[in-house]
């Protein structure tokens, strides 16, 4: 029922810039945390960036300063704007939503992912 849908990715020079964007539709409440994790090929996937409906943010040292999350709530849309691109930051990004019912259940929903790739 729940579906989360990427865009925004592509091919950009290190340097550049790109936004990523993730729109969940299906879902009848509102996600605890939103946030965008990668994975490289042969490597582990790994948090990017993490946001709470209240607007707590968390980063990966290797894209604190470079990276910005945000959301709208009413919507339930994530956006990672992504600035300064290096060649490391190739991945598949993938969105991720959590949802937290308070009474010992979480719920976890993915994305299908979206290419990034950073080159010359």
């Known amino acids: 029922q729940v579906q989360l849908v990427e865009s925004g990715g592509g091919l950009v020079q290190p340097g550049g810039s790109l936004r990523l964007s993730c729109a969940a539709s299906?879902?009848?409440?509102?996600?605890?945390?939103m946030g965008w994790y990668r994975q490289a090929p042969g490597k582990q996937r790994e948090l990017v960036a993490a946001i709470t409906t209240g607007g707590t943010t968390n980063y990966a040292d290797s894209v604190k300063g470079r990276f910005t999350i945000s959301r709208d709530n009413a919507k339930n849309t994530v956006d990672l704007q992504m600035n300064s691109l290096k060649p490391e930051d190739t991945a598949v990004y993938y969105c991720?939503?959590?949802?937290?019912?308070?009474?010992?259940?979480?719920?976890?929903?993915w994305g299908q992912g979206t290419q990034v790739t950073v080159s010359s």
């Open positions: 991720n939503a959590k949802r937290d019912t308070g009474w010992g259940t979480l719920y976890d929903y």
């Open positions: 299906g879902s009848r409440f509102r996600f605890n945390a």
